[in-house]
């Protein structure tokens, strides 16, 4: 069926390092979204795509849609403690009915 | 109301009892989302509603999870006889459409 995959599922870094991760999807999405959880909190949305090669900052993060608006990536520049948690990408997807999907999540961990 | 209520917060329930996680979505939003985490665990998608309607209960993992969702409104989740690998934190979801989606804190379940 369709789904929204993302990878990698876990990501270790040194702080200061930077972070990557990428999320793919079997169909056309109309937008894409992203959202960050920190531990032992709940997913809070960060942004949302909507534009074919879209690109969008927000201080060191930068969210890009992919030009077949099937594929995105959060890129984080010079990591930092704040920025440990699990970063989720989520599309609307016909499954039944058309839904929001979520990824699985890529998990950050930072060595201080 | 402002956010995404959901209760209890905690629950700790005894193996084989019944329990009840209550969602309060945002007014207005007509979908809403039950989600299920387990510690370090990505999101477990277990229903949506769009309006009252479910059109989509695929992720129910057995027939003693149940949900429904009145006035468009209040959503409820009951777990009957409930199993130790019921334990994990129950997240809600709200959206306008495929918009940005708004979570719950979730209930945290533990099943002793």
């Known amino acids: 069926g369709q789904q929204v995959m993302q990878i990698p599922q876990y990501q270790h870094v040194q702080e200061g390092e930077d972070f990557t991760t990428y999320c793919n999807s079997s169909t056309t999405l109309s937008n894409i979204q992203w959202y960050k959880q920190r531990p032992g909190g709940h997913p809070v949305f960060l942004i949302q795509l909507v534009k074919s090669g879209e690109v969008k900052k927000q201080k060191r993060l930068t969210f890009q849609f992919g030009e077949a608006k099937k594929n995105s990536s959060l890129h984080i520049t010079a990591t930092q403690t704040t920025d440990v948690g699990t970063y989720f990408c989520?599309?609307?997807?016909?499954?039944?009915?058309?839904?929001?999907?979520f990824g699985q999540g890529t998990r950050l961990t930072i060595n201080p | 109301g402002a956010g995404v209520s959901q209760s209890p917060s905690n629950k700790v329930t005894e193996k084989g009892k019944d329990v009840e996680l209550r969602c309060d979505p945002i007014s207005g939003h007509t979908a809403l989302y039950w989600y299920r985490q387990s510690l370090g665990q990505g999101l477990e998608f277990l229903i949506y509603?769009?309006?009252?309607?479910?059109?989509?209960k695929s992720g129910l993992p057995s027939d003693r999870f149940s949900a429904e969702r009145t006035g468009g409104s209040v959503s409820t989740l009951t777990i009957q006889r409930t199993q130790q690998e019921d334990s994990a934190v129950y997240l809600c979801?709200?959206?306008?459409?495929?918009?940005?989606?708004?979570f719950g804190q979730g209930t945290r379940l533990t099943v002793v």
């Open positions: 509603f769009q309006g009252n309607s479910a059109p989509d």
């Open positions: 989520a599309g609307p997807i016909i499954q039944g009915a058309q839904k929001l999907v």
């Open positions: 979801a709200s959206s306008l459409g495929q918009a940005r989606a708004f």
